[in-house]
């Protein structure tokens, strides 16, 4: 997996004190958050993130958001529609499910696929 986050362009930052925040906040032993192209670790070792497909395709996916909307935009959108929906209902989360369960050969959840827009 680490071939993967090469090739998007991002790296790994273990011991971050801005994952350890989130962790606190979340109130969750162990927390993978994306900043631009880099993941930041708390509470995990880089290692056993690796080796977690799942996990490391759901970062991935942000990382890639980050390209789409650019920092600012991603942010600021991200914390919006956070404010607006929740952490677990925010888009660009359910995107990251999707996504994750997908490239790692999982089952998506009914709720997380893909539906058309109309138009």
């Known amino acids: 997996m680490h071939?993967?986050?090469?090739?998007?362009?991002a790296h790994i930052v273990e011991?971050?004190?801005l994952a350890r925040i989130a962790r606190?906040?979340?109130?969750?032993?162990n927390v993978a958050m994306v900043l631009g192209r880099q993941i930041h670790l708390s509470?995990?070792?880089?290692?056993?993130?690796?080796k977690d497909r799942y996990w490391v395709e759901h970062e991935l996916c942000h990382v890639?958001?980050?390209k789409d909307?650019?920092?600012a935009g991603f942010?600021?959108?991200?914390?919006i529609e956070s404010c607006r929906r929740g952490y677990y209902n925010n888009k660009f989360e359910a995107e990251a499910?999707?996504?994750?369960?997908?490239?790692?050969g999982l089952a998506v959840h009914d709720s997380e696929k893909h539906k058309p827009e109309k138009t």
């Open 3 to 9: 071939h993967k986050i090469q090739a998007a362009g």
């Open 24 to 29: 606190w906040v979340l109130k969750t032993p």
């Open 15 to 17: 011991h971050s004190w």
């Open 69 to 71: 909307h650019g920092l």
């Open 64 to 66: 890639q958001q980050y």
């Open 43 to 50: 509470g995990v070792k880089k290692e056993d993130f690796l």
């Open 75 to 79: 942010l600021s959108k991200y914390l």
């Open 97 to 104: 499910r999707r996504v994750g369960r997908e490239n790692a």
